[in-house]
Every structure is written in structure tokens, then in C-alpha cells.
């Protein structure tokens, strides 16, 4: 059985956190007595357990002993860890390792290894594709080195090449419009350039130059998307594991990528900047069409910062699991847009499904005013977003025949304090002030959730009326 440790150039590891306590949400992991099928556990959790991500943060001897006692206690088929998708992230962790560390797996890993090449092979995720397809073969394209096995190497440029071009726009972004996925899909083609660096089989080479291009342009996207450490809560967003801008900014430079790209075409999040305000409008479809699994009922949402401090959040995503929070997380009402007469904007089955849905018909940017237009249940929705001294006024025009009820929803940012004066908000930031849409207006407490499975508080303002056939709100936000 032939093999082969690739010598890959994998970004540079932070020393200061070898061996330190190792982690999955928050919560410190012991190896040295570890159940690897824990039930107790939502799936995601142990997910993650099984991708081991944290090799990263182990030293040459731990993270051997972990692999060994994975292979000991996870016979074929008998964990969450030999479902298709741990294994993808899995096998490319362990191979990375094993390069950083110049180690020569013994027979017992590369057999290991070879069974689960052959496991994911057979059930690849044809029914998810998106983004569990390209995680199936970039780990597949690693074990084609791995076993320098030239079928499955061509194998996996061919679908690499059509998936780049299925699952990225024009603009370089991930065409699931979540940054966490968009951050861990510039990762993967980081992972896959690195690779294609050995000139193992010539047929890598086309996919060389796509992949640069789309590197590039990527890279705008993690930092357009990046809000301090994190990044911005847009769909489903989940922060573990998921790469930082310094970490992917770092492992481009390290391949001799440069991060200082730009791209002109900003159609799916549009911002608008005055002075020290800052706007966005979540322009973004539901997608991909067949699989729609991460979107959110967000369309036409706002986000909105103060000297880079929010105004206006998204709600976030606290689980993967068929809970309150889940369906509350993917409704309109945790999103800065309009809601008319209780409808949602799609609808939502289960904790991943979406059927029959609205979509985003027309946009339009320029360098003073952003405008899209969501259609569903033959309701039109357009929101026009234009500078106005000292700030933004946000106009919504509703088109809808008959008498309907609708809802304004704004979520405050749950670190800042805020009055409401008649139809005023007046926040306690510099004299920031929002003058707010004809209506009912009420504030109530809801959920905010700043990573998966933490819970605070935040304030959420909601204006609510009626309106017979068609109905102009304004809001203006300005300092």
C-alpha cells in the first residue's frame, strides 16, 4: 500500500497554546478517559469532537496518543465520527499533522486512513452537496496524495473545478452567504492550493491558477465580513472552528497569497458609510436553490454601526437542533426587516429544510443609495437606504392588495443603553438618534446569541399598523 507524507506548507502554529486545555464550545476535554460516542451531547458537539480541529493544539506525542485512541474506540461505522462529513475535516487534520510534525504514520493509522478514504468515497454527500460536497473532496484530494493514487487525485480535481465554480459567485463570495462558511470555505481552498504545490499528477495545474483567483477574491469577503475577532452574524454563523481573518490572512501570505484584494461588485451586502455611521443591507438570496440550509428569513435586513460599534444585530444561531431558539433564530422577527401579516419570508422546515420561499428580484448600488426589492406571497417589499445629512433614512415601501398588518423590527446591540422619546430612540453614543417609522412602537426583551449555546439578552424595538393596499415607513438614523 503506497504512500505519501505531503510536505505541505500549513500556516505557522501559535506555540504559546500547545497542550494548553483543549476545548469544543467552551467546554474542556479530557483525552485521557474520552467517551467518543457521548450521547448526552447535541450532534454538533460531537461533530466536532470527532473533526479534530484541536490537533492544532497539540504537541507531537498528545496529539499521536489521540489519534490512536480514536482508531481504538471508533470501530467502522460504529460513531457519529464515520459519517461523511467529520471524516472529511478529519483525515485532512490528521495528514496535516503528521506534516507538520514530519511524523511516518505506522500501519495501524495508514490503515485507518484507508478505510476511511474508502468510506467516503462510497458515501459521499451527493443529497447535502454545497458546502459538505467540497469538504468531501478536498479530503478526498488530500488521500489521493496521501496513497498517491492518481484515479481519485484526477478524481477530485475534476469535481474541485466544478464545485469552485457551483459554490462561489462572480464576486468571490461562498454561495451560501454565511461568513462562518464563507471562512472556512476560503480555508479549504487554501488547504487545496497548498496541496497542489507538490507536483504530484500533472492534471492540478489548471485548478492552480482558479484557485489562486478565487483565493483573492475570498479574502476580501473575510475582511469585508470581519467584526473584531469574530465575524459578522449573518445566517447561520457558528465561530468553532471556524478560521479568524489573522489566520487566513496569514496562511495566504505564508502560500504567497496577498490579502490586500478589492472587488466593485457588492450586491448581495451592500454598506453605505457617513462619517462615523455605517450601514448594511442583506441583500443575499435564499441559497443555494436545492439546498438552502443555512439561510436565514433575513432578506432586507439592516445591520448598523456607530464608530464600528453596533446599532443594530442580528439575533445569531444558538444550536443545530430542533429547539425554540432554532426556529426562532431563521424567522423574521430576529432580523431588522419588516414581517407582514405574520408571514415568514419562506417556509421553514425542520432545523435545516426550506420550502417554498420569497426571493430578492432587483437591486440597485450606487455610492449614495442601496435599494433591493423581496417578493413572496404576492407581497412586494422595497427597501431604498440613501445618505442623508449626518446619517441614513431608510425608506420601505410595501405593495400588497387588500388590508394587511405589518411589523419593523430593530434589535439593539445589547451593550448600549438607549431612551425611547415619543417616536424617537435616543441612544447613549454621542448623541445618536432614530427617528422611527409611523406605527405602535413597543420594546421587549428577546434572545441574543453571540456564539452557538450562549444566551444574553438584548432589546428588540418593533413598530407595528395596519395599511390597505400599499404603505410608505421611514426611518432616519443620524447623529
Not at 505519501?4 to 501559535?14: A, F, K, M, R
Not at 420550502?355 to 435599494?371: K, L
Request: net charge positive; with cysteine.
Amino acid at each position: 500500500m503506497g504512500k505519501q507524507l505531503p510536505q505541505l506548507e500549513v500556516i505557522s502554529i501559535d506555540k504559546s497554546k500547545i497542550n494548553k486545555k483543549l476545548k469544543i464550545f467552551s467546554e474542556n476535554i479530557d483525552f485521557v478517559s474520552m467517551n467518543w460516542d457521548v450521547k448526552s451531547k447535541p450532534k454538533i458537539w460531537r461533530y466536532h469532537l470527532h473533526y479534530f480541529d484541536y490537533l492544532e493544539n497539540c504537541d507531537k506525542e498528545t496529539g499521536q496518543k489521540i489519534i490512536v485512541d480514536w482508531i481504538e474506540k471508533n470501530p467502522l461505522g460504529r460513531s457519529d465520527g464515520w459519517e461523511p462529513y467529520p471524516i472529511s475535516l478529519r483525515v485532512v487534520n490528521w495528514i496535516k499533522f503528521f506534516s507538520r510534525h514530519q511524523i511516518e504514520p505506522d500501519d495501524q493509522i495508514v490503515q485507518s486512513l484507508f478505510v476511511q478514504k474508502n468510506v467516503l468515497f462510497k458515501y459521499r454527500e451527493l443529497h447535502l452537496l454545497a458546502n459538505h460536497f467540497f469538504k468531501n473532496i478536498a479530503a478526498l484530494l488530500y488521500l489521493s496524495v496521501f496513497f498517491q493514487d492518481e484515479k481519485l487525485y484526477n478524481w477530485s480535481i475534476k469535481h474541485l473545478k466544478k464545485e469552485i465554480r457551483e459554490q462561489s459567485t462572480n464576486a468571490g463570495l461562498h454561495y451560501e452567504f454565511s461568513p462562518t462558511y464563507h471562512a472556512l470555505f476560503v480555508k479549504d481552498l487554501l488547504d487545496v492550493y497548498s496541496i497542489l504545490k507538490m507536483p504530484l499528477f500533472s492534471s492540478g495545474n489548471q485548478l492552480y491558477q482558479m484557485l489562486e483567483n478565487k483565493i483573492y477574491s475570498g479574502l476580501f469577503w473575510v475582511n469585508y465580513f470581519a467584526e473584531g475577532k469574530k465575524y459578522y452574524r449573518i445566517g447561520d454563523v457558528n465561530f468553532e472552528g471556524c478560521p479568524s481573518k489573522a489566520y487566513l490572512n496569514q496562511y495566504a501570505s505564508e502560500l504567497g497569497i496577498s490579502s490586500d484584494s478589492e472587488i466593485n461588485e457588492q450586491q448581495c451586502f451592500p454598506r453605505l458609510v457617513n462619517n462615523e455611521l455605517k450601514i448594511m443591507l442583506l441583500n443575499a438570496p435564499f441559497n443555494p436553490p436545492y439546498n438552502s440550509a443555512h439561510s436565514h428569513c433575513d432578506k432586507l435586513s439592516v445591520l448598523a454601526w456607530y464608530k464600528d460599534i453596533p446599532l443594530f444585530v442580528d439575533t445569531g444561531n444558538h444550536n443545530y437542533e430542533k429547539t425554540p431558539e432554532r426556529q426562532y433564530t431563521r424567522s423574521v422577527q430576529a432580523h431588522n426587516t419588516i414581517q407582514i401579516d405574520n408571514l415568514q419570508q419562506a417556509e421553514i422546515w425542520d432545523v435545516f429544510r426550506v420550502g417554498r420561499r420569497g426571493d430578492i428580484i432587483d437591486t440597485n448600488i450606487s455610492s449614495n443609495e442601496m435599494t433591493g426589492i423581496f417578493s413572496y406571497r404576492k407581497y412586494k417589499h422595497k427597501r431604498k437606504i440613501s445618505l442623508v445629512q449626518d446619517g441614513f433614512l431608510i425608506a420601505d415601501d410595501v405593495i400588497f392588495s387588500g388590508v394587511h398588518h405589518y411589523k419593523v423590527f430593530f434589535h439593539v446591540n445589547p451593550d448600549l443603553h438607549f431612551n425611547l422619546v415619543g417616536s424617537e430612540i435616543h441612544f447613549d453614543l454621542s448623541h445618536v438618534r432614530m427617528v422611527l417609522p409611523k406605527g405602535k412602537v413597543t420594546v421587549v426583551k428577546t434572545d441574543y446569541y453571540p456564539e452557538m449555546y450562549i444566551k444574553r439578552d438584548k432589546k428588540t424595538i418593533i413598530i407595528n399598523g395596519e395599511f390597505t393596499d400599499r404603505i410608505r415607513l421611514e426611518t432616519i438614523i443620524r447623529k
